[in-house]
């Protein structure tokens, strides 16, 4: 059981915008602003879209775009596109103890 | 372009060590700023923060790995390993290399670059 809860899957039609869930804590994603969110195809790296709760990468699309309330951060995807189908994972910052907490994963399908 | 690849035996016997390399092309490993991380993803589930290590050797692990992983650099050759002892089914999983950027030595960063993965099963 990964520290955070993503969705499983989401899905949505090209144009049509998407939000993936990402619920921890108050021990991390509730405590620090530290949370990233990465896009990985079939086979590849994992790939950095977001950083910071909210922050671009240089070379990633403003159609993604991140925010934080308490203890649930989410990742938006406006305007998907058939390249957006992929895994997104969540990661946040937890504390000296035990630094990084994952989220499960969630399969993005553009339909 | 920073590129990190993960290599090392994609079968380990139950009760053996496991040992992976990650090779960084594309910069040094001695640059400060950077810390350089093992993840790790089971078969069908999220993924798992093994440790770091800094070009110094500075390491810190996951509290619930610590008696079983060692962590260690060699920037002569822009490399860092993982080995993880006793393994058992548990640690089958693709293992992924990372670079953790960071502000200043103090403050936490954000994994900016990673391996492919490499899949390891445990299995006799």
């Known amino acids: 059981q990964s520290a955070l809860t993503q969705p499983a899957s989401v899905s949505g039609s090209p144009g049509q915008s998407i939000t993936i869930s990402c619920t921890g804590t108050?021990?991390?994603?509730?405590?620090?602003?530290?949370v990233s969110w990465y896009q990985q195809h079939p086979g590849k790296a994992p790939k950095l879209m977001i950083y910071?709760?909210?922050k671009r990468p240089s070379g990633v699309s403003n159609r993604f775009s991140g925010s934080k309330s308490g203890n649930t951060a989410s990742l938006t995807i406006s305007g998907l596109q058939a390249e957006d189908e992929a895994d997104y994972y969540c990661?946040?910052?937890?504390?000296?103890?035990?630094?990084?907490?994952f989220g499960g994963g969630t399969k993005l399908t553009v339909l | 372009q920073v590129q990190l690849q993960e290599s090392g035996p994609g079968l380990v016997k139950p009760s053996q060590t496991l040992s992976l390399t990650c090779t960084v092309s594309?910069?040094?490993?001695?640059?400060?700023?950077?810390?350089w991380s093992w993840i790790r993803q089971h078969p069908g589930k999220g993924l798992e923060w093994i440790g770091y290590?800094?070009?110094?050797?500075?390491?810190y692990y996951n509290p619930s790995l610590k008696s079983r992983v060692t962590i260690s650099v060699d920037t002569s050759k822009n490399q860092f390993s993982l080995k993880l002892s006793s393994v058992t089914a548990a640690d089958t999983a693709v293992y992924y290399c990372?670079?953790?950027?960071?502000?200043?030595?103090?403050?936490?960063?954000?994994?900016?670059?990673w391996g492919q993965g490499t899949l390891v099963t445990v299995s006799s």
């Open positions: 990372a670079r953790e950027t960071r502000p200043d030595t103090a403050t936490p960063g954000v994994f900016d670059y």
């Open positions: 594309g910069g040094s490993i001695s640059s400060g700023g950077y810390y």
């Open positions: 290590i800094y070009y110094s050797g500075s390491t």
């Open positions: 108050s021990s991390d994603v509730g405590s620090y602003n530290l």
């Open positions: 910071e709760v909210s």
């Open positions: 990661c946040s910052y937890a504390g000296s103890s035990t630094p990084w907490v």
